[in-house]
């Protein structure tokens, strides 16, 4: 079993940055070929894929909306997974999860086995 820590998040204007952190633990988390992603979710709708990297830093994914503003990096040795957003929108409100697969380059919610809390990001107009 993975478990997930998420820091970061909180409230900012448009335009700004932030910078979310995702650190995994549990016995089979290395050497394992573990991926960790961020998904999203705002108030009344589905759960999207956001972006996602391989712990040994290759295979960066993002979604379209995000591509150009939001940079994903992995630190493999503290298993941990950064996503630096900058120029935010109000549209990037959201609760913002962090979770895990060992399905290379998978964007689905279905793929990924571990979940975080979450963390809330909220872009203010």
């Known amino acids: 079993q993975v478990q997930l820590v998420e820091s970061g998040g909180g409230l900012v204007q448009a335009g700004g940055s932030l910078r979310l952190s995702c650190t995994a633990s549990?016995?089979?988390?290395?050497?394992?070929?573990?991926?960790l992603g961020w998904f999203r979710q705002a108030p009344g709708k589905e759960r999207e894929f956001v972006s996602s990297?391989?712990?040994?830093?290759?295979?960066?994914q993002y979604a379209d909306s995000v591509k150009g503003r939001f940079f994903i990096s992995a630190n493999n040795a503290k298993s941990t997974v950064t996503l630096q957003m900058i120029n935010l929108e109000p549209g990037d409100t959201a609760v913002y999860y962090c979770a895990a697969t060992r399905s290379e380059r998978a964007h689905r919610a279905a793929d990924f086995s571990s979940w975080g809390q979450g963390t809330q990001v909220t872009v203010s107009s």
């Open positions: 990297i391989a712990l040994n830093g290759f295979g960066e």
């Open positions: 549990g016995s089979r988390i290395s050497g394992y070929g573990y991926s």
